[in-house]
């Protein structure tokens, strides 16, 4: 019987695999529909920024950029609501490695000005908000193993504003710019690149806030600790 | 065959190892994996298959960079869930009520309960 299931299963994922494989190679031996890179090269200096994937990200295709911070500030509130949080400074969730110390002085500083270079080089080569964010909300973990205390992500006002900070500036950004006139999340004409950079400068923070803050809201718990709210 | 189509099918590979971790295995957290393991195949086809015309296409390359990392903030928001039905449970496997539970609830496992 269960060796049926499993035979029943791999014929399953195999028939998947195969069809997806197939799909695939008629996709590809058929011609492209329409020249999407020609038509990005053509339309790149309306963007405000000279990076092809910038552009799409927080112009062309802003849309997506908006809901998928939208997601992310649903997870992040969705996560800290689940956890009980112990205190952040939990000595048993500290690290007592002099090693991680000593380099977490050099780390931390150097990791914030990559975040903010990261954040900047998005405008003409690889980089942007979310590669930022991302080193952001490392620096914030290693901090947080190394026991720094870090008072905002208590489940608070700060931790709010800061996880719904990006998601409101860019409604905002759209928003505006529909009722001055244009399409919803059209930036008007000569304001594209300052309104990216705001957007980006912002969706950077709230990404790195809603990574660390997801992180950590899965606190190790165990049963003899109070837990926040729940003292003795 | 050229080397973009070698990254598609690989990423079909994914999806399908990804999809058979998924229904094969118990523990929730394997599920996770193998559920990351397929998204993972799909942004392999995608960017892969973008690549035709020879130089990379860089809308599929946005769409793969913004499901990335809404697929990380998922991941993070599973593992949360997880834990907590751990914590609720003492269970890290979906079983059906009236089978055995895979793992005995820890004898602290109760303690978030609605009874507390």
Same mark, same amino acid.
């Given at each position: 019987?269960?060796?049926?299931?499993?035979?029943?299963?791999?014929?399953?994922?195999?028939?998947?695999?195969? /069809?997806?494989?197939?799909?695939?190679?008629? %996709?590809?031996?058929?011609?492209?529909?329409?020249?999407?890179?020609?038509?990005?090269?053509?339309?790149?200096?309306?963007?405000?920024?000279?990076?092809?994937?910038?552009?799409? =990200?927080?112009?062309? *295709? &802003?849309?997506?950029?908006? !809901?998928?911070?939208?997601?992310?500030?649903?997870?992040? %509130?969705?996560?800290?609501?689940?956890?009980?949080?112990?205190? =952040?400074?939990?000595?048993?969730?500290?690290?007592?490695? &002099?090693?991680?110390?000593?380099?977490?002085?050099?780390?931390?500083? !150097?990791?914030?000005?990559?975040?903010?270079?990261? /954040?900047?080089?998005? #405008?003409?080569?690889?980089?942007?908000?979310?590669?930022?964010?991302?080193?952001?909300?490392? &620096?914030?973990?290693?901090?947080?193993?190394?026991?720094?205390?870090?008072?905002? !992500? *208590?489940?608070?006002?700060? =931790?709010?504003?800061?996880?719904?900070?990006?998601?409101?500036?860019?409604?905002?950004?759209?928003?505006?710019?529909?009722?001055?006139?244009?399409?919803?999340?059209?930036?008007?004409?000569?304001?594209?690149?300052?309104?990216? !950079?705001?957007?980006?400068?912002? =969706?950077?923070?709230? %990404?790195?806030?809603?990574?660390?803050?997801?992180?950590? #809201?899965?606190?190790?718990? *165990?049963?003899?600790?109070?837990?926040?709210?729940?003292?003795? | 065959?050229?080397?973009?189509?070698?990254?598609?099918?690989?990423?079909?590979?994914?999806?399908?190892?990804?999809?058979?971790?998924?229904?094969r295995l118990d523990?929730?957290l394997r599920k996770?994996?193998?559920?990351?393991?397929?998204?993972?195949?799909?942004?392999?086809?995608?960017?892969?298959?973008?690549?035709?015309?020879?130089?990379?296409?860089?809308?599929?390359?946005?769409?793969?960079?913004?499901?990335?990392?809404?697929?990380?903030?998922?991941?993070?928001?599973?593992?949360?869930?997880?834990?907590?039905?751990?914590?609720?449970?003492?269970?890290?496997?979906?079983?059906?009520?009236?089978?055995?539970?895979?793992?005995?609830?820890?004898?602290?496992?109760?303690?978030?309960?609605?009874?507390?």
């Amino acid at each position: 019987m269960r060796a049926l299931s499993v035979v029943t299963m791999t014929a399953v994922c195999l028939a998947f695999a195969g /069809l997806l494989g197939l799909a695939v190679w008629h %996709i590809a031996g058929s011609p492209a529909p329409v020249n999407l890179p020609g038509l990005l090269a053509e339309n790149l200096d309306a963007s405000g920024v000279e990076h092809p994937i910038t552009a799409v =990200l927080l112009n062309f *295709r &802003s849309y997506d950029t908006l !809901l998928e911070i939208g997601v992310l500030v649903i997870a992040g %509130i969705a996560g800290i609501s689940m956890a009980k949080t112990t205190s =952040l400074e939990d000595p048993d969730l500290r690290t007592s490695d &002099s090693l991680l110390y000593a380099l977490q002085r050099w780390f931390v500083p !150097l990791m914030l000005v990559l975040a903010g270079y990261l /954040l900047w080089a998005g #405008s003409d080569r690889p980089g942007g908000a979310f590669q930022a964010g991302a080193v952001l909300a490392a &620096s914030g973990v290693m901090m947080r193993l190394g026991g720094i205390p870090m008072d905002f !992500l *208590r489940p608070g006002v700060l =931790l709010r504003l800061g996880l719904a900070l990006g998601f409101t500036v860019f409604l905002l950004v759209a928003v505006a710019s529909a009722l001055a006139g244009e399409a919803f999340l059209a930036y008007p004409a000569g304001f594209a690149k300052p309104l990216i !950079l705001v957007i980006e400068t912002v =969706l950077t923070f709230s %990404i790195a806030m809603v990574l660390l803050a997801l992180f950590v #809201s899965a606190p190790v718990n *165990r049963a003899q600790e109070p837990e926040e709210g729940e003292h003795e | 065959m050229t080397i973009h189509l070698l990254y598609a099918f690989a990423g079909v590979a994914l999806c399908g190892i990804g999809l058979f971790g998924f229904i094969r295995l118990d523990h929730l957290l394997r599920k996770l994996m193998a559920f990351n393991l397929m998204g993972s195949g799909v942004f392999l086809v995608m960017v892969g298959l973008a690549q035709r015309g020879g130089q990379p296409d860089p809308v599929p390359q946005a769409l793969v960079l913004t499901g990335i990392v809404v697929a990380v903030a998922a991941t993070a928001l599973a593992v949360v869930l997880i834990r907590r039905y751990y914590h609720l449970s003492g269970q890290i496997t979906l079983a059906e009520p009236g089978r055995e539970p895979v793992k005995k609830p820890a004898a602290d496992a109760h303690r978030e309960g609605p009874t507390e």
